[in-house]
Structures are given as C-alpha cells and as structure tokens.
C-alpha cells in the first residue's frame, strides 16, 4: 500500500495525507474550524495537489473536495477538512486565508491560518445570512473581501469591504448599485481587477459582465 502512495505521489505531484477511517468524523465534530489543526494517523487516504512552499520546513496542500493540509516535518496536519476553499496565501507567506464551508447556498466563514504560531482564527462569520465569498491579499496584514446574500441564485456576488487581519476591523470600500454585484477579485500586479455582473431586467435573469482596475495604493488610501 504505502508503495502504491508514493507511485501516485511522484506520478501526479500530490501528497496522501492518510487519516484514520473510523472515529474521523466524531474526532472532527468535537473541533470547531477555529481550534488548532488536528494530526491523524495513516490508515486511509486523502489526496491533494500542492500549493506552495511556506517555510523551509512547511509546504501547503489543497484538496477541493476534502481538505486543506500542511506536510511539515514528515507530518502531515489538516487545517480545514469542510470543504474550504483555496487558501490564499499571504505576500510573506506567514499566514493564508479560507473560506469553509465554500458550497452553494451554504453559511461559510472565513478564516486565517498563522504558519508561524500553527493557529487559526475566525475572521469573518455569516450575519443575518451575509457570507464572505472571495478574498485577496492587497499586502501582509489587509484582505479585500466580496460578502454577500448566502441564498438565491441572484446572489452571487456582493459589495467590497477591506478587512485588517490584525485588529479585524472590516469596512465598506465600495457598495454596489442595486442591480450590479461585484463577483470576483484577481491580482495583476500593484492592481486588482474586479469582476462586476449587471441585470438587465427587473427579475435579476440577464446581465452583462464587465470588469475594473484599481491599484493597491489607491485602496489603502480610503
């Protein structure tokens, strides 16, 4: 078996994080999201494609149907196994950012996890059913976050708040007209480009997608 594991690893550039099958979930159930990550011992798989190298001896995993995990030190950790979403790592690579749950029309939060102290904590939880539903790093310490309605097919997007990680202060940057969402958020440089849906009708059927630059400067400004 455990030669098996490593063929899969070297063939398709993943890492088994191997968890015990009975008791798994109980052991889960008895951890909020927030607690420190949880070690298991190998008895049965979940495989993931590596992410990036966080430290000399720290390297991030991503599986979207299972679990985000950490190899470090021959072992490996689970940070979040409630289907998250991809981590989204930090400039200096000291801490990363996710979403869990990140399905449809479910009550996902977010969340950060500090490589350096192997802790995570609640950054953002649902209010009164507003969710976070994508986030980016503009530098070390500031997220810019899309939250939004959790329910509805029309409820994709939402307004842009930049939120400090350290004193977890969160403000409005931009709201977005009645009939516009903001639904995506990409770094090119020193500038992030938003997506933007417009409805073209009164039943929120139709829209036009189209998209905006603004610098990073510019953001932190405000």
């Not at 070690?39 to 430290?55: A, C, H, P, Q, V």
């Not at 009550?107 to 649902?126: F, H």
């Not at 994508?134 to 307004?159: C, F, K, M, Q, R």
């Not at 903001?182 to 929120?204: A, G, M, P, S, W």
Request: aromatic residues 10%; charged residues 20%.
């Amino acid at each position: 078996m455990i030669d098996y594991i490593n063929s899969l690893e070297n063939q398709l550039n993943i890492k088994c994080l191997i968890l015990p099958k009975i008791g798994l979930e109980e052991e889960i159930s008895r951890h909020p999201q927030v607690l420190n990550s949880i070690n298991y011992e190998r008895n049965d798989i979940i495989m993931g494609k590596f992410i990036e190298t966080l430290s000399s001896d720290q390297s991030l995993y991503f599986d979207e149907y299972n679990s985000i995990f950490i190899e470090k030190d021959d072992n490996k950790i689970i940070i979040n196994n409630n289907t998250p979403s991809m981590p989204i790592i930090s400039p200096n690579k000291d801490k990363f950012a996710y979403i869990s749950p990140f399905e449809w029309e479910q009550l996902g939060s977010l969340y950060l996890y500090n490589t350096t102290t192997s802790s995570s904590d609640l950054l953002i939880e649902p209010s009164e059913s507003n969710i976070p539903k994508d986030a980016i790093w503009i530098n070390n310490e500031y997220l810019l976050v899309i939250i939004g309605h959790a329910y509805g097919t029309v409820s994709t997007g939402g307004n842009l708040y930049l939120l400090n990680t350290t004193t977890r202060e969160i403000t409005l940057f931009r709201e977005c007209s009645e009939e516009q969402q903001f639904t995506k958020i990409d770094l090119i440089n020193d500038y992030l480009n938003v997506t933007v849906i417009t409805y073209q009708d009164d039943i929120f059927n139709e829209y036009t997608e189209s998209s905006f630059t603004i610098s990073i400067d510019d953001i932190l400004k405000k």
